[in-house]
């Protein structure tokens, strides 16, 4: 927020600890009609404390924009005029802008109210039960919100991630049991800027059954709570016997192997996923089915026949293939799953590949931990390979 004439130009931020930020005016905000005749504007920028959990934000205060403004009419006491300040830090050191000085004179926030989303300017009751947040050096609070808003929430998520009829997603997966839907979108949307955590298919789960069942509740979204609130502590030492509340698995869900970046699973980009891409033609006799990778026309590698290839088939019906799921140098993790190549998204199929030699396709398995297939996806595949022609005797179901 800033003064309408310093909204029309760009400006260049030392921002501390990372570098410098380019702010440049906001269009669709400043042109909206509320703000026609008012004083202020605003400015657009790339923050790195900008946090998004599943594609929204969430707004980290580090000063809170107040709707109580404290300018003074004209007719105000010196003991209102004494109060009209841009900025206070009286409750529990929080800072609060009331104001917005502009050319000498302070500017009510409520010029901005209908412009900004609502949850931008902050009622009195929601600055005093603000919840503090921490981390190193750094503070900032976050409003407060209700297990069943977090839930409601995460119901959407799980909307959301789930394919059309006949596919295979994360939380079809586990239907039916929604708090271990909840830890299978949770890997997908972890906010986390290392990457998507999860260890072992319980982690999330053990987390947030702690985190629904902690009492009083927290006030604070479900990320924010493990990584930065209480269940920051939740699991931090590897003393697990003498835990009061041990859970099956909290042995291999510590914080030192849950956060650690080599376990967390890569998602690849549309360009790595790419290089994965395969299509799969008949032999020359029709006998034996051979698979090429498109972006080079090279033959997919022999598999071994304890280490197969790991094989993913999209909603687009392209099969994608990874030979070295355990090239950490590559992916920059322990190991690639079969979530990585559509970056948590709905499939039709995924398990893993067995190949022979000159690329040819000897069989597939079903074997997925996490979009467990069933007869379906065998049916969907095997179908698919008779309306392609090819002869589905050439390999092993």
Known sequence: VTSKECSQ?????????????????????????????????????????????AGRPIRRARMFLSRRSTTPTPKASDTEAQE????????????????????????????????????????????????????????????????????????????????????LSLPAAKEGYFIEQVAAVCEAVDPNPRGHRYRREYC???????????????GMHFFEWLDFGPGSDVLERNDIENMFDYMDGDEMC????????????????????????????????????????KHDDKLVSKSEADEPHLYV????????IVEDIYDMKRYGAEEVKHSSVVAGGPVLSAGEAYFG??????????????????????????????????DTSAMNW
């Open 357 to 390: 030699s000159n690329g040819a396709l000897l069989g597939f398995n079903f074997n997925s931990g996490h979009y467990f297939p069933d007869i379906h996806s065998i049916s969907i595949m095997y179908q698919w390979m008779k309306n392609q022609g090819f």
């Open 313 to 320: 088939w999209d909603l687009n019906e392209t099969f994608y």
């Open 84 to 167: 009209a300040v841009f900025l206070t830090c009286v409750d529990q050191n929080k800072p609060i802008a009331h104001n917005l000085p502009v050319n000498g004179k302070l500017v009510s926030l409520q010029h901005i109210a209908g412009v900004v989303p609502d949850d931008i300017l902050w009622e009195e009751t929601d600055m005093r039960t603000a919840r503090t947040l921490k981390y190193e050096s750094n503070v900032w609070w976050t409003r407060p919100i209700t297990l069943k808003e977090e839930e409601a929430t995460f119901r959407k998520i799980i909307a959301q991630w789930e394919g059309p009829p006949g596919s």
């Open 254 to 293: 510590v914080k030192k192997w849950f956060n650690k970046p080599k376990h967390y699973v890569p998602y690849f980009t549309d360009e790595e996923r790419s290089e994965h891409a395969i299509y799969i033609r008949p032999s020359k006799d029709g006998k034996q089915l051979i698979a090429r990778y």
């Open 204 to 218: 999330f789960k053990n987390y947030y059954t702690r985190y629904r069942t902690q009492e009083p509740f927290s």
């Open 9 to 53: 130009f760009s400006f260049t931020f030392n921002f501390a600890g990372d570098g410098l930020v380019r702010a440049v005016p906001h269009e669709s905000l400043n042109s909206k009609k509320e703000m026609a005749d008012s004083p202020l504007g605003f400015l657009q920028a790339d923050s790195p404390q900008y946090y998004l959990f």
